[in-house]
Every structure is written in C-alpha cells, then in structure tokens.
C-alpha cells in the first residue's frame, strides 16, 4: 500500500524559535512531487511548500524549508522563526496513482503549537 | 486571481434529505478534486475530474454520491438519502497539472 505517515500528533514550540515535523512515505515511484499543507482553526488548506523528487536540492519558502531524502522515503518540513500564525494543524501529502492524476494521499497530521 | 470557492460554506439537514454542494475552482485550472474530512483526520479523495470527465472515483463514493462537472467549469457534489456517518468537511481543490492543488474553504455538513 502507498501511504503517508506522519509520526507526531502533536509538537509545540516557542515562538522565534525552530520546529521540525516529521513524515515518511511508501512508494515504488521514482519521479513525485510531495507536499506539505498547513490547516489553520478556520480550517482553509493552504499549500505551504513542495518538493519535486527529482530535484536534490531542499525546496524553501521562505521561513519553511524541506529536508528530502529520497532514499529514506523522508520528507520533513522545518519552520524557522516560529510565528503564533504558524499554530495549525499540518498535513504532509504526496500523489498516490501517479502524477498523471496527482490525487493526494494525506497524513495523519500534526497538530502545532507555537507558544509566546 | 480568485481562489476556490465552495457554497454553501455551512448545511444542516435531516437524515434522509438530498443535498447538494457546488465548488468553483480557479479559472485556468482543468483538474478539480473533492475530498472529505472528519475532524482531525487528513482528508480522503473521493473524485477527480479533468475537464468534464470524471476520471476517478473512490470507493469511499457509494452510490449515494455523484458528482459532476457539466462544461468543465464549476463542480456539484451530492449525496442523496443522507446518513449521520455522511456529516463531514467536504473540501473541493483544483490543480492545473499535478505540482500542486489548491483547496477551497470547504463545505461543513451536519446530518441529523
């Protein structure tokens, strides 16, 4: 089975400060994109940053950057400078069935939050 | 560039009442997407259109549901003779390619 696994339900972290999430996933694909999407309380998806698994290099928007690690099936995102508009929950995500139909496959999410 | 849009944003209904949702994706966007979420569960794929076609469907779609996507524009979800394990977040998205999709505000059902 293709699947996303999103080990932390929950992490906190001070605000200004670094945080890491955790996810890993199972495919015999070679070429994917994997993404990451924040859910804030008013529970609108935003597309936080992605990662073509082609590409070596770690994708970064700005205060959010990924370490990919292909081999290891690893995608984790970082935040630095913890904003209190980081707190939502997070969902890690990657098209299951290919790319020619790219329908996501969610984790299970990780809940943030970011403390004054 | 207007994002997804989603209507109504909030339904309450009988158990065995029919109702329907309508998503407006991004314009350019040929792809569009519905998914349902339970609260704190990520979302489930249920269907996917590419243009007109609906292309794919989850066998979490029982034959209570069907979707279309009339003209290849906007998007309507119904489910017929509702049941209370069908109150969920429905969320709609839409891609142009599959780098990225992008979420409307959902649409929160409660069946009573």
């Known amino acids: 089975a293709q699947t996303v696994t999103q080990s932390q339900p929950e992490m906190s972290v001070q605000e200004a400060e670094t945080v890491t999430l955790s996810c890993t996933y199972d495919?015999?694909?070679?070429?994917?994109?994997l993404f990451w999407y924040k859910q804030p309380p008013s529970r609108q998806m935003i597309l936080v940053i992605r990662?073509?698994?082609?590409?070596?290099q770690n994708a970064t928007e700005n205060r959010f950057s990924v370490n990919f690690q292909k081999a290891a099936k690893s995608f984790s995102l970082k935040i630095s400078d913890s904003q209190l508009g980081d707190a939502a929950m997070y969902f890690c995500?990657?098209?299951?069935?290919?790319?020619?139909?790219?329908?996501?496959?969610f984790g299970q999410g990780t809940i943030l939050t970011v403390h004054p | 560039d207007t994002g997804v849009s989603q209507n109504p944003r909030h339904k309450i209904t009988k158990r065995g009442q029919n109702v329907t949702f309508r998503c407006d994706p991004i314009?350019?966007?040929?792809?569009l997407y519905w998914y349902r979420q339970t609260l704190g569960q990520g979302p489930e794929f249920l269907t996917y259109?590419?243009?007109?076609?609906?292309?794919?469907k989850s066998r979490l779609l029982s034959d209570r549901f069907s979707a279309e996507r009339p003209k290849g524009s906007f998007s309507t979800l119904e489910i017929q003779r509702t049941e209370q394990g069908d109150s969920a977040m429905y969320l709609c998205?839409?891609?142009?390619?599959?780098?990225?999709?992008?979420f409307g505000p959902g649409t929160r059902l409660l069946v009573l």
């Open positions: 990662q073509e698994a082609y590409k070596q």
């Open positions: 495919t015999s694909e070679s070429d994917y994109y």
């Open positions: 259109f590419q243009n007109e076609a609906q292309l794919e």
């Open positions: 998205a839409s891609s142009s390619g599959p780098w990225a999709q992008y």
């Open positions: 314009s350019e966007h040929n792809r």
């Open positions: 995500a990657w098209p299951a069935g290919g790319t020619s139909y790219g329908k996501l496959t």
